[in-house]
């Protein structure tokens, strides 16, 4: 039996809205405010107090990279007829492609301005400058190489750094967010990789279209391959506690490693070697505070 058409519109907005990295975006603003807190804090005793803020910015932050995605993929029609032809904008999901991508877009943006003006404190100009940095990327950046990656890359790290702020830790979780900038560079560079043939058709100025595929992987890998001297720096200066230091080996380091030996041994990976290196930041999350709450029980005795 069809599927009846107006399911099939909803689940072609759906995939427009890409839920599961908008899973991701609240994964890492929550993240941000739990890791922001002491090693020995009781997270609900922090967070519980901040609810309301903490979920604001997650939904705020979700709404902005939205109504990104979507302006996006109105930009790359054309190259993802090519690239990424299952997307909703062009395998004919809708009859008024571009209506509905900029609908969504305001909608998405106005959204998450009303959510983020009721967040207490400075945490609104996060959402201001991510949505700003979000409408300059799309209509500028993209096509601009390398200074788009560092834009795609800055606006990722700072779902950490906005849940941070809610509780007023930004500071503390200042590692993480070179480490998680640092990891997304490198996945942005192989997504270029992915992508080049079909932004060759838009005269895009990215590394691989510019100084070729190859040489853009060994600097993805090679920007990988920093978070060890990175890591080991916060460390060895007093700025991460051992905990967590060795948390983010086992969950971020040693994958991302790994990850970027294959990428650069074999190229016709680079598909997965960009989502491998999106996982593997989220892994390093996931790590980090399961090495906290085990270090909680085993010096407290206390799980919450």
Excluded at 22 to 47: E, R, S
Excluded at 198 to 227: C, H, M, W, Y
């Amino acid at each position: 039996m069809p599927r009846p058409l107006y399911l099939s519109k909803l689940a072609a907005l759906a995939k427009l809205t890409r839920p599961n990295n908008v899973g991701l975006i609240i994964v890492a603003v929550i993240a941000g405010a739990a890791l922001g807190l002491p090693p020995l804090a009781c997270p609900t005793a922090g967070l519980k107090q901040m609810f309301l803020p903490l979920l604001s910015s997650a939904l705020a932050l979700s709404l902005v990279a939205i109504g990104g995605y979507s302006i996006n993929d109105l930009r790359d029609r054309e190259s993802d007829k090519i690239s990424h032809p299952k997307r909703p904008l062009v395998n004919g999901s809708f009859s008024h492609p571009a209506m509905v991508a900029i609908i969504v877009t305001i909608i998405s943006w106005l959204g998450a301005l009303a959510l983020g003006w009721f967040v207490a404190g400075g945490e609104f100009w996060i959402i201001v400058g991510c949505l700003v940095l979000s409408f300059v990327y799309a209509l500028w950046l993209k096509r601009a190489g390398i200074f788009g990656n560092l834009t795609v890359a800055l606006m990722t790290s700072l779902a950490l750094a906005y849940g941070a702020t809610v509780i007023h830790a930004l500071q503390t979780i200042l590692p993480l967010i070179i480490l998680a900038f640092l990891t997304n560079l490198a996945r942005e560079l192989y997504k270029d990789v992915e992508d080049a043939e079909g932004d060759q058709k838009l005269n895009s100025r990215s590394l691989p279209l510019t100084i070729g595929e190859k040489p853009t992987r060994i600097i993805g890998s090679s920007i990988a391959f920093t978070v060890v001297p990175v890591l080991l720096y916060f460390y060895l200066s007093g700025m991460l506690f051992w905990l967590d230091a060795l948390s983010l080996v086992a969950g971020l380091v040693i994958p991302l490693l790994i990850i970027a030996i294959i990428g650069l041994k074999k190229p016709e990976k680079v598909g997965k070697v960009q989502r491998w290196m999106k996982e593997s930041m989220f892994s390093g999350l996931l790590v980090l505070l399961l090495g906290r709450l085990i270090y909680r029980v085993i010096v407290s005795g206390q799980w919450f």
